[in-house]
């Protein structure tokens, strides 16, 4: 039930974790596409307003040379009509004059003719601007809009002025012509003036082609603005370049300079919250992990202590009651004093295990300092485990290196006592063999003493050495059967010798027998 707890909460926190780190990233990748397209908007704007002033003043000039042209009036009687002078160079695609009874183009211009004659409205609206130059521009295939009904009118001449005169009397101005006005239709920009006479108003100008204006303007233009575009407005819209009814505009993309330093920043910063947040949920998992491994340890703990504790206890109650109610004979009472003593001693190496691995575990270790002379010392520490394996049945041998004589031992002498005791309880209880023997020995040289504890038992399982050290865990089951202990001996024996500067390891197992190596940091020569 906790392992399945503890992965519901473990998947709750990674889906809530990677759920948040998405929604930020695609926000952030938002908020900055957002901030760039400003920044292209606020950089075109600059742009454009550093471009507008030259690209104007190209265009008056280019409409200052066509105006030049016209200094003089047309010959309206002649039957061709030259027009004007124009430079080379300049935008315009025709020249045109339009009596009320003709319209006239220079010779060799019979494509701006063709324009003018089959655009659909496009020569339709050139008489009603010929007529009044604020005439507005009507679509000649749409409803008739304000005209009085029965007027018999038509819309061209809804502008138009009666005039009383005579087809056969040559045209002849009569007043100062208007200024150069432009207007558009169907694509052109048709830029003229009109003149007054005595048959009515004469239109003269010129006809322009945006494409061909192009051209010549958007060269000018600021080279940050990669496609400039410049045409004719819509209805709704508004022209910029005046006087001619022009818009011109950035047209494509705007190229921030740091636009890939600011998506490398981006991409840089959203990659290192996604490292902090893994790095996060990794962590997260292994408390986790860590948590339910504490609690399977407790639980663990509280079980083999539990019954560790029951088996002597059971005992003493037994055996106190018995005692006490003088069940027991004389000659018997000595081996029930034995039995007590025995178990009690058992159960003070429990508690005494118990109580160093829970100082182990919150990082207090014994912080004692001996020093003592190889030889005697270890000489002691094997005798008194020889006594406690002998009277368990099994033979001792012991083997120390001359060069030990030389040097000493600076380490917690009880700490080291307990690892070789801890080492020699489980010899008693996993060690037995057909031939119950076990060797201490202890090699040195200028950097560690190497101690080994060596048995003729039947080993240690393969798939149990990859526990062994753990607390808890009472791996020897799986050769021999329920043992007693709780499973704490050889992790608390690793711990106490690393924690004065050595390690224990298993070196070595087989059917003939394990051993156990401990090493411990060498000493000064004595």
Not at 103 to 112: C, F, Q
Not at 353 to 360: D, E, K, P, Q
Not at 365 to 378: H, I, K, M, Y
């Amino acid at each position: 039930m906790m392992k399945i707890k503890l992965a519901t909460l473990a998947a709750v926190i990674v889906l809530l974790a990677l759920a948040a780190m998405v929604g930020l990233s695609v926000q952030a990748n938002r908020v900055e596409n957002r901030l760039i397209e400003l920044d292209k908007t606020s950089q075109a704007e600059r742009l454009m307003q550093i471009s507008m002033p030259r690209v104007q003043g190209a265009l008056s000039s280019l409409l200052r040379a066509i105006r030049a042209g016209y200094t003089e009036m047309p010959k309206l009687n002649a039957n061709r009509y030259p027009g004007p002078d124009t430079p080379d160079g300049q935008p315009v695609a025709g020249h045109f004059l339009l009596t009320p009874y003709e319209l006239k183009t220079p010779v060799g211009e019979e494509n701006a003719r063709h324009a003018l004659e089959n655009v659909d409205g496009l020569l339709f609206n050139l008489k009603r601007k010929t007529a009044s130059p604020s005439a507005r521009l009507l679509d000649p295939n749409a409803p008739v809009e304000k005209i009085k009904p029965g007027s018999g009118l038509l819309p061209v001449f809804d502008v138009v002025p009666i005039v009383d005169a005579d087809p056969e009397t040559p045209i002849r101005v009569t007043g100062e012509p208007t200024p150069f006005f432009a207007w558009s239709w169907g694509g052109w920009i048709i830029y003229m003036r009109q003149i007054p006479t005595n048959h009515g108003g004469v239109s003269e100008g010129v006809l322009i082609a945006p494409n061909t204006l192009a051209e010549h303007l958007l060269p000018l233009v600021e080279k940050g603005i990669s496609s400039p575009v410049l045409r004719i407005p819509n209805a709704h819209e508004q022209a910029n370049l005046l006087p001619l009814p022009l818009l011109l505009e950035p047209g494509g993309q705007i190229q921030l300079p740091d636009t890939s330093a600011r998506k490398k920043a981006v991409f840089g910063a959203i990659l290192s919250a996604w490292v902090v947040a893994v790095v996060a949920i990794l962590m997260i998992l292994g408390l986790l992990a860590l948590y339910g491994r504490l609690e399977r340890r407790r639980s663990d703990f509280v079980s083999a202590v539990t019954h560790e504790l029951r088996t002597p206890l059971t005992t003493f109650t037994l055996h106190t009651e018995m005692l006490k109610a003088h069940m027991v004979p004389e000659e018997k009472k000595e081996e029930y004093y034995n039995m007590l003593h025995q178990e009690s001693l058992r159960l003070a190496h429990l508690v005494e295990n118990v109580l160093a691995f829970s100082r182990l575990s919150r990082g207090k270790s014994r912080g004692r300092q001996d020093v003592e002379a190889c030889e005697p010392l270890f000489t002691r520490l094997f005798n008194q485990q020889k006594e406690k394996l002998e009277t368990a049945g099994f033979k001792v041998s012991i083997a120390i290196a001359p060069q030990c004589r030389l040097l000493q031992v600076r380490t917690d002498v009880m700490s080291l006592e307990r690892i070789l005791t801890n080492l020699t309880d489980n010899v008693i209880k996993y060690g037995r063999g057909t031939n119950s023997a076990v060797q201490f020995t202890v090699q040195a040289n200028h950097k560690e003493f190497r101690v080994r504890v060596r048995d003729k038992g039947p080993g240690i399982a393969p798939e149990a050495v990859r526990r062994l050290f753990r607390p808890f865990s009472r791996s020897a089951d799986t050769v021999g059967g329920k043992k007693p202990g709780v499973g704490l001996g050889l992790a608390l024996s690793r711990d106490l010798a690393r924690s004065i500067g050595g390690d224990l390891m298993l070196e070595g197992t087989s059917p003939q027998g394990c051993t156990f190596l401990l090493t411990l940091p060498a000493g000064k020569r004595s």
